[in-house]
């Protein structure tokens, strides 16, 4: 069955580190999201993208935030400076149609000391 | 209940029982999606229900709506150990999957 895949599983960073958490969302689907899990909270919504460029975003979602499609496959997550504060689960998803199911990865947990 | 603001329910349940948890919303929205998420695991898709829909059924799983009182709710019947998740509930208001989730039901169901 196809999957959405996550890498790195879990990467720790000293704050103010560039981090690039990466997905490689279903192969036919056409929309993509981030969401996150700050440990013992709700799953919060960052952003969506769509024909390479962003549909939504969050007002969490600011400027250190940006993503990126750079091949056919891949779906990247940047943090450029990071935070103690970013420190979550952030899932990956993806969907072929612009409402409905959303197939999440397993998640990217990252740790910032 | 899932709500906004209040702290997440916990279900501990026989094999076999039914588990009902409930969700609750404060806007309008354009479908209401159930998940299940293992511990440390992602979120796995379980039932859509759009606004216009008042009762869905997949396998064991019914999902009710009701829109005048902005509420959820997922009857999961017959349970099995395999049940055990937490289950979240999320609102698209804009039929866009700009998801709004809960907090989650952790349900156990003990063997």
């Known amino acids: 069955e196809p999957e959405v895949t996550q890498t790195p599983s879990h990467q720790v960073t000293q704050m103010g580190q560039e981090v690039i958490l990466r997905c490689v969302p279903i192969?036919?689907?056409?929309?993509f999201y981030w969401y996150r899990q700050i440990l013992g909270q709700k799953v919060e919504f960052l952003v969506s993208f769509y024909n390479n460029e962003i549909s939504e975003k969050s007002e969490i979602f600011d400027d250190q935030f940006s993503v990126e499609r750079p091949d056919g496959s891949n779906f990247t997550l940047k943090i450029r400076s990071t935070k103690l504060e970013d420190s979550a689960m952030y899932f990956c998803a993806s969907s072929e149609e612009v409402t409905g199911e959303l197939f999440f990865g397993e998640g990217s947990r990252l740790t910032v000391l | 209940s899932q709500q906004g603001e209040e702290d997440p329910q916990a279900l501990s349940i026989q094999e076999g029982e039914n588990a009902t948890m409930n969700c609750s919303y404060k806007t309008s929205i354009n479908n209401l999606q159930w998940y299940r998420q293992n511990s440390g695991r992602g979120l796995v898709h379980l039932i859509l229900i759009r606004s216009n829909e008042r009762e869905k059924h997949s396998g064991r799983l019914r999902v009710t709506l009701d829109t005048s009182k902005k509420s959820s709710s997922l009857l999961i019947t017959a349970s099995r150990a395999a049940d055990t998740a937490s289950y979240f509930c999320?609102?698209?208001?804009?039929?866009?999957?700009?998801?709004?989730f809960g907090k989650g039901n952790q349900v156990v169901v003990i063997p």
């Open positions: 999320a609102t698209d208001a804009n039929g866009n999957n700009r998801l709004a």
């Open positions: 192969s036919n689907h056409l929309y």
